[in-house]
């Protein structure tokens, strides 16, 4: 990767990663979420649907990460 595009791939990586970590959580804590909810406030519930985070943060760091390819490649073919 280029030096200067390094954040930009960390950074894609990282979201994309961030919802699958959601998701995970969200796979294993399901029940317990779902009860949560009930007591909590509802503006406070709605933070707890990670499933929703999941596209979210994975659609995030694909759309990084397709920059990052379009970049990579005006690169290569020396257009800026």
């Not at 390094?6 to 009860?35: E, H, K, M, P, Q």
């Amino acid at each position: 990767v280029y030096p200067r595009l390094r954040s930009l791939c960390y950074t894609s990586l990282g979201v994309f990663s961030l919802g699958f970590l959601l998701w995970n959580i969200d796979n294993l804590v399901c029940d317990s979420l779902r009860a949560s909810r009930q007591t909590l406030p509802p503006g406070v519930g709605v933070v707890t649907q990670f499933h929703a985070w999941w596209h979210i943060f994975t659609g995030l760091g694909s759309y990084l990460h397709i920059l990052l390819s379009l970049q990579i490649r005006l690169n290569y073919l020396k257009y800026r």
